[in-house]
């Protein structure tokens, strides 16, 4: 196995995140009160968030600079390595040259801590003793564990009971952090109660589990609500991953003709392509940016350009995105971390103005590519991370089709390490591929907020 990497020093590291918002050349539509229909003001998430946070999501400054008590935190990983995949290419038989972005290495071991870390420490300046939040496979909930820890803050998880249960070892390192994880639906809260009187078998969703966290979080002087994907700032903040990539590109002498990343709310995928769409936008390149969704949760690929809510029980802030409709239960496949209804805003604006691509894959190849991977690169990936996997050994078979020599970059957002339940539930032929049906979608997106329609 050869590896080549491509380090940069500390010193190199970003200091500064990258706030697209500058650039778009058409601007956002504002977040809606759930309650009043109007747009948000600062005042209406202040329950929920620190006040520096509201005000980097609705920032218009190209470049916000990282506190430097998050440098010191992220110094722990940061900058991460840049691998050319010559292995991989070389069982692909294919021109095209593989590079990946290993966001593995961070002490949760995905690229969540990025802004987990900056969540907490804008929460703990501002006083906060306790948050609360969701998490899908863990991936998130582990992370804001980990950066709550180091802040001293309290921390609850409302963890999707189908991942509670597939992993249990997720759950054991949040609790070793100091976090207490319940698992969604739960008995805690209005929303689970209600859930679980529905259905007392209920798997759980993201949506639902946001629901939880926000019912937890808004009445309580001492809390605040933290969101793992989806905003503004947290894709924000993610963008260390793109921005280092640049540099590591320059490094190895190339520049991407393509970047892939794959994405459920869009927070690694945007973390890696915003950097490269400010590019497309400012500085003359032509890069195509793909996101890859799972065909169990289509939410770009099938979804709707709509308002409509954030969570399940309709408390969140109402936002325009691609949606399968915040009632949406999506199937228990092992990609946890993707099975949310709605997208970033951000990402769903770039995709609506034809400034990204976005294709779905099914559970089994990206398994298929996630073996592959493992036995070449030697990295055992997140179910999440197989779908970027998958798109990208497609990208890099049409090139040994067509004699293209492209340059392939991927954001490999996290490993597989207690994953492995879905490892063997694939080699042992368990699992099974789902395509989420066009009817459940359109009955889902029966229940968007009527006012905004049109």
């Known amino acids: 196995m050869e590896h080549t990497k491509y380090l940069l020093t500390e010193k190199e590291m970003p200091t500064s995140w990258y706030n697209i918002q500058a650039d778009l050349p058409k601007p956002l539509a504002p977040a809606i009160h759930p309650g009043t229909m109007q747009p948000l003001g600062p005042a209406d998430l202040a329950p929920l968030f620190p006040m520096e946070l509201i005000m980097q999501e609705v920032s218009q400054e190209r470049y916000i600079d990282i506190p430097g008590e998050v ?11 840049l691998y050319r995949a010559r292995a991989l290419e070389k069982a692909l038989d294919t021109p095209a040259k593989i590079f990946y972005k290993y966001e ?31 998490t899908g496979a863990g991936q998130w909930g582990s992370s804001m564990a980990f950066a709550c820890c180091q802040f001293d803050i309290e921390l609850k998880v409302y963890m999707v009971k189908v991942s509670y249960q597939q992993k249990p070892y997720r759950r054991m390192m949040m609790e070793t952090w100091g976090a207490q994880c319940v698992p969604s639906p739960s008995p805690d809260t209005n929303s689970g109660r209600a859930a679980l009187a529905e259905d007392p078998n209920s798997p759980g969703s993201l949506g639902l589990a946001i629901s939880e966290a926000v019912e937890d979080a808004a009445p309580r002087a001492d809390s605040h609500y933290s969101l793992g994907s989806v905003l503004n700032h947290v894709l924000m903040h993610q963008t260390v991953i793109g921005l280092e990539s640049l540099k590591q590109m320059e490094m190895a002498g190339e520049y991407p003709d393509v970047v892939i990343g794959c994405v459920g709310g869009g927070s690694n995928f945007g973390g890696m392509a915003l950097p490269f769409v400010h590019q497309n936008l400012t500085a003359g390149k032509n890069t195509r940016i793909i996101a890859v969704e799972p065909s169990s949760c289509p939410t770009l690929t099938k979804g709707k350009f709509a308002f409509d809510y954030g969570d399940v029980a309709a408390m969140a802030p109402i936002v325009k995105m691609f949606t399968l409709g915040h009632k949406f239960m999506p199937p228990p496949v092992h990609a946890g971390g993707l099975r949310y209804h709605g997208m970033s805003p951000i990402i769903s604006h770039l995709y609506d103005l034809g400034l990204i691509e976005a294709k779905a894959v099914l559970q089994l190849p990206t398994f ?10 030697g990295f055992i990936s997140a179910p999440e991370t197989n779908h970027a996997i998958r798109a990208t050994i497609d990208e890099a078979l049409r090139c040994r089709e067509s004699g293209e020599k492209k340059v392939i970059l991927f954001s490999h957002s996290g490993h597989g390490h207690f994953d492995l339940a879905a490892y063997d539930a694939y080699l042992s032929g368990k699992l099974a591929d789902y395509e989420y049906p066009e009817a459940l979608v359109e009955s889902a997106l029966k229940d968007l907020p009527q006012c905004l329609l049109g």
Do not use: C, M
């Open 368 to 377: 298929e590519a996630g073996i592959q991977f493992a036995r070449t690169e």
């Open 71 to 81: 440098i010191d935190i992220y110094k722990a990983w940061r900058p991460t390595t």
């Open 104 to 134: 593995g290495s961070s002490p949760a071991g995905s690229h969540k801590p990025n802004t987990a870390v900056p969540q907490a420490f804008y929460n703990k300046k501002e006083g906060i003793k306790r948050l609360t939040t969701e």
